[in-house]
């Protein structure tokens, strides 16, 4: 949620009505992205620097915070291939973080090159992560996620900004982008 702190509300989706609310911790403000493990709810802050917040989901309680290091603010956008969270930041240019799920550490990051800023979404396939930038033309970045290295990036067309969203089928991602009309 975009609040103060920032809140996780669980909803049953069958009928959906509200189950629970867990609010986070003063200072852990705007929950701008979220993955999980199933067991686990990892919650990217909105804040500089960027924090995760792991939480249980069959309590909906607050298991405990990683602040990233300075510079790596914002964490826009997160993707997980279940031992690991890659986490996009806000920032020029934007960074990829790897943190380790199991004790909730910092292992390394990758900034992306000049120019690759703000990582506005986030896909994986398992191999590589695909990020998606707040730029004007929008681009998508290539990251392999076994050694933290940037392969390659594709410039979308110009009028075609900010990557907002995107989703995959494993074998193409789908960019939304911030165009109008879209």
Not at 5 to 11: C, E, G
Not at 18 to 29: F, P, W
Not at 36 to 50: K, L
Not at 68 to 83: F, P, Y
Request: a neutral charge.
């Amino acid at each position: 949620t975009n609040t103060s702190p920032a809140k996780v509300v669980k909803v049953q989706l069958s009928d959906m009505s509200r189950v629970s609310t867990l609010t986070l911790n003063t200072g852990e403000n705007t929950a701008a992205s979220m993955v999980t493990d199933g067991t686990y709810a990892y919650v990217g802050i909105n804040t500089s620097p960027a924090m995760v917040v792991k939480v249980r989901l069959s309590d909906m309680s607050r298991v405990s915070t990683l602040t990233l290091n300075t510079g790596e603010n914002q964490a826009r956008s997160m993707v997980t291939d279940g031992t690991y969270a890659y986490v996009g930041t806000n920032t020029s240019p934007a960074m990829v973080v790897k943190v380790r799920l199991s004790d909730m550490s910092r292992v390394s990051a990758l900034t992306l090159n000049t120019g690759e800023n703000a990582a506005y979404s986030m896909v994986t396939d398992g191999t590589y992560a695909y990020v998606g930038t707040n730029t004007s033309p929008a681009m998508v970045v290539k990251v392999r996620l076994s050694d933290m290295s940037r392969v390659s990036a594709l410039t979308l067309n110009t009028g075609e900004n900010a990557a907002y969203s995107m989703v995959t089928d494993g074998t193409y991602a789908y960019v939304g982008t911030n165009t109008s009309p879209a």
